[in-house]
């Protein structure tokens, strides 16, 4: 119903220039070579090169049990990191959306500060911060929460440790970004009706902050599914998870063709996966007006 | 820290309140750490040449030596340039894009934005890396540091592009609706009345954009060159043969060096506010 | 209306805050490119080098670099595959010198992507015979030994009851209660089917699909007491998280630097001897300078500061004794003192092969955990 020189119903030719500037970015320097891995992923591999034609033994060797069962738990450790990467996070994201006012920019740039160092040094000091005889031992002994050495290091729960640490600003951000905005009329609202500060935060709170949850994972466990760098050095490369069973293809057996089929097949089944769970959850959905 | 009073204001209420300040303390003891302990063993003497958990001395040598280690030093400045670039042009992309997802008129071109966002995390690194690579050679784009740029911006822009969605999201639409009416221009209407309101979703995707370019690994393995070289692949690399305390003190006196430019930034934000405020 | 419009509030909606938190890094950057960024782009006198991080004593470059003005340009990866991804592509190109891993010469070479080195302009005189002319590269036509390593195991004793000689020990070791999930193995496919190959009589370079697939199978019912697969860190060792692993010898000094306890041994019936090369690559834009670089690589007393600087052995014949009385533990930087080449093999990458060999290593991590 608007009226200005530009309406929000019909395009306009800004509208396309401004969605269009990002689009032709990204065709060229992703989808395009994207588009190639895809044409590799027929052809027959020629050590470290490709060479074209049109063979399905790529995707008979990709769909073998064995990378299935590996695709599936890669599922299971990404929507398990991920879940818990917002346990811990939504607590951080409440507080400094909701109960910082004056020290709000204090409180998320602390959460932000170590993430201007290298990730790199900062896994390698978890590894020697978690190891035996290091300070989590000594913190731990001390507090009588656990006696004796500490055989953390190149376990799973190392593993989640690391990539808990890792995500949590992913986490916090996209979560503080949609909790700032609830306007605080709507809780002092429930309050005045009688409700709990459980239940408003269950029936008011929660439900408003569904785009910043959605975004959260996807933001975390996604990228989680190709994580190789953190299961290496924090949980001794045991199992097998998919960046590494792919990258192994790529590096270590030169085999593109094949690397190029399996990513497909990871591609299109993480695809279904987001789709089905954004259309079940509505969780990408406005909550504006 | 002001703590929201709460309605009833009874002892539940308290418990609460303070659970949740030490959760957010022990959040920021838990994510500082691991870099304080990083300069920590910057300082260690390690043993011959390389770093160990045990702290067998403390010495000063590293810094020095971490300079004189020009491939090393040679990283670290690239990795600078290069995240600056990536992190400005996928916060450009990044806003249009996420605006775009959210307040796109057509609907067909909402969802295939969004699905190519998604698609841009789905992929692994690895996949991209190659991907690039080949696609550079077929296409005989020479090598150097703007590919290496333009290869890490397609994920830091989706990352940018889905915080900034987040917050369109919760943004009024008739505020938009109004500029429309009193004859605003879409662009107009973009710079100066949602921009404001995304500030801060801008800021902190653009640094989690830098952050994310500083610490590539992947993509950028496979586009370094002769030329140009990074230093999360450098510090990959050395984690074969062991890591010397250098790189601790390369990566601790980098950090250091941010922090002091971001204080720098603030302080003058601060100076040149007073007047606004009075 | 006007609220959102003239926004006074908090500091976050400040529209100068983007401003700012742009202009540290940006700071940050632009100061950054004086860093030592000049030389690589002076337009004469230049060399590229590709390797591990690290890999040249500092003071030897500068020693180079003061006697001939070229600072070595050294770009670095993180595995010997990487290397030969990168240099089979564009992105090769503009490397002079890259120090590949013996067992990739052979494909580097067969890709077309190496220059045959003139061995007129190069004196190997010096070098130590067993490192030369070895089967990765017969008379060494594209490469030249820089430094070079053995897979062994170091062990604690007291946890494994005993003394190690053979593979069999190894695998026997490591079913034992006190062991059982703290070893290490290696994360490369031949390096871990290999022993098991050795024990068979086999040769890892001649040996078919079925073949490995044989050996697998047991490391597959190994790999439950494994512990790590990935890069050792000599603090697990140090500390008893690990008691078992496969390394090479450097590691091992190291570790035994940190805890004298630990044993160190390059088990029969064979072990493998890996050297990583300079090889030239075809086509190097810089060749006249990467010769005088070799050259002076090559001198006796910067192959003694080599060594003693990255803590592997450079094949500088009689370098044993050359090495200062103040080294510790020299007698370990060669593996020990009574290492027998002939029992020694290198892996040559087949492309027939290799891939069954990295797809097995998968697996094998797979079953570990």
Request: overall charge neutral; proline content about 5%; hydrophobic content about 50%.
């Amino acid at each position: 119903m608007a009226v200005g020189r530009f309406s929000l119903r019909a395009g306009s030719i800004s509208d396309h220039i401004l969605a269009g500037i990002p689009t032709i970015w990204l065709t060229v320097f992703f989808l395009a070579p994207l588009g190639f891995t895809v044409v590799f992923s027929f052809g027959r591999s020629t050590f470290g090169g490709v060479e074209l034609g049109f063979t399905l033994n790529n995707y008979a060797t990709a769909l073998s049990g064995f990378y299935g069962a590996a695709f599936l738990r890669t599922l299971l450790f990404a929507a398990t990191a991920s879940g818990l990467c917002l346990l811990v996070a939504f607590p951080v994201a409440y507080f400094i959306a909701r109960h910082t006012s004056r020290f709000r920019l204090l409180a998320i740039t602390l959460v932000l500060i170590p993430y201007f160092s290298s990730f790199l040094i900062r896994v390698m000091s978890l590894t020697m911060l978690m190891s035996r005889e290091g300070l989590l031992e000594k913190v731990l002994n001390t507090l009588h929460l656990h006696a004796g050495p500490l055989d953390l290091l190149d376990t799973q729960t190392a593993v989640f440790i690391g990539i808990v640490y890792a995500y949590l600003p992913i986490a916090v951000v996209p979560l503080v970004v949609v909790l700032d905005r609830i306007p605080k009329a709507l809780t002092e609202a429930s309050r005045d009706l009688g409700a709990t500060r459980w239940e408003t935060f269950l029936l008011v709170t929660l439900p408003l902050s569904r785009p910043g949850i959605a975004t959260a994972i996807m933001l975390t466990a996604v990228p989680m599914l190709g994580e190789m760098v953190i299961p290496k050095l924090l949980g001794g490369s045991r199992g097998v998870l998919m960046g590494q069973a792919l990258s192994s293809q790529y590096l270590q057996s030169q085999n593109y063709p094949l690397g190029s089929a399996m990513a497909v097949l990871v591609l299109l089944g993480v695809a279904v996966i987001v789709g089905l769970l954004a259309w079940i959850t509505k969780g990408f959905a406005e909550v504006g007006r | 820290m002001m703590v929201e009073r709460s309605y009833r204001g009874d002892w539940r209420d308290h418990a609460i309140d303070s659970g949740l300040v030490v959760w957010y303390l022990a959040a920021v003891i838990f994510l500082f750490a691991p870099i304080i302990a990083a300069i920590v063993y910057s300082f260690n003497l390690g043993v011959v040449n390389k770093q160990t958990a045990v702290l067998t001395g403390w010495t000063w040598q590293w810094y020095p030596a971490a300079w004189h280690d020009l491939s090393l030093r040679r990283s670290v400045s690239a990795s600078l340039v290069v995240s600056f670039w990536s992190a400005l042009i996928s916060i450009v992309m990044g806003t249009l894009l996420g605006y775009a997802i959210v307040r796109h008129p057509s609907s067909k071109v909402r969802r295939f934005l969004a699905g190519f966002t998604y698609m841009l995390l789905i992929v692994p690194e690895s996949v991209i890396g190659v991907s690039l690579l080949l696609f550079f050679a077929v296409t005989r784009f020479a090598l150097n540091t703007v590919t290496l740029v333009a290869g890490i911006t397609p994920m830091a822009i989706a990352v940018v592009a889905l915080v900034i969605r987040a917050r369109v999201l919760t943004l009024d639409r008739e505020v938009e609706e109004a500029a429309a009416d009193l004859g605003s221009t879409r662009v107009a209407t973009l710079w100066l009345v949602i921009l404001p309101q995304l500030a801060p979703a801008v800021a902190v995707g653009g640094v989690m954009a830098y952050t994310f370019s500083f610490d590539n690994l992947v993509v950028s393995a496979f586009l370094t060159t002769a030329r140009i070289n990074t230093l999360p692949v450098y510090l990959y690399g050395s984690l074969q043969y062991g890591p010397s305390p250098a790189v601790y003190a390369a990566a601790a006196a980098v950090f250091l060096f941010t922090m002091l430019l971001l204080a720098l930034a603030v302080l003058i934000y601060w100076i040149t506010r007073r007047p606004a405020a009075a | 209306m006007t609220r959102i419009l003239c926004s006074n509030g908090s500091s976050l909606t400040r529209r100068s805050m983007l401003g700012l938190l742009g202009a540290a890094p940006a700071a940050a950057s632009l100061t950054s490119i004086g860093l030592g960024a000049s030389r690589a782009w002076a337009a004469t006198g230049q060399l590229n080098i590709y390797s591990w991080p690290d890999y040249f004593s500092t003071a030897d470059l500068d020693a180079y670099a003061k006697k001939t003005g070229v600072t070595p340009n050294i770009s670095t990866y993180d595995s010997d595959d990487t290397m030969f991804a990168k240099v089979n592509s564009p992105a090769g190109s503009g490397f002079d010198i890259v120090i590949p891993g013996s067992s990739w010469i052979k494909q580097l070479a067969a890709k077309g992507l190496l220059e045959e080195i003139d061995h007129s302009k190069l004196d190997l005189g010096s070098l130590d015979p067993h490192l030369l002319n070895r089967d990765y590269d017969p008379g060494n036509k594209y490469s030249i030994p820089k430094d070079w390593g053995l897979l062994g195991v170091i062990y604690n004793p007291e946890a494994v009851g005993g003394e190690i000689k053979t593979w069999e020990d190894f695998f026997q070791a490591g079913e034992k209660p006190g062991v059982s999930g703290k070893i290490r193995m290696s994360d490369s496919g031949w390096e871990t089917i290999g022993p098991e190959l050795w024990l068979e009589g086999k040769d890892w370079n001649t040996v078919g699909e079925a073949d490995i697939r044989k050996a697998a199978e047991r490391l597959k019912s190994f790999a439950k007491h494994v512990k790590s697969f990935s890069g050792l860190d000599v603090n697990s060792l140090a500390n008893g998280a690990i008691v078992l692993a496969q390394t090479n010898q450097a590691k091992a000094r190291a570790a035994i630097g940190l805890n004298p306890k630990l044993k160190w041994v390059v088990p029969g019936p064979m072990s493998e001897l890996w050297v990583d090369n300079y090889v030239l690559i075809k086509d190097a834009p810089n060749l006249e300078q990467a010769y005088d670089f070799l050259a002076f690589q090559l001198r006796p007393e910067i192959q003694l500061a080599e060594t003693e600087y990255i803590g592997f052995p450079a094949p500088l014949a009689g370098l044993r004794e050359k090495l200062g009385a103040d080294v510790k533990d020299a007698d370990l930087i060669f593996g020990g003192k009574d290492v027998d080449f002939s029992k020694l093999t290198s892996f040559v990458v087949n492309p027939e092969t290799v891939g069954f060999y990295s797809q097995l290593q998968t697996e094998i991590q797979a079953a570990a955990g």
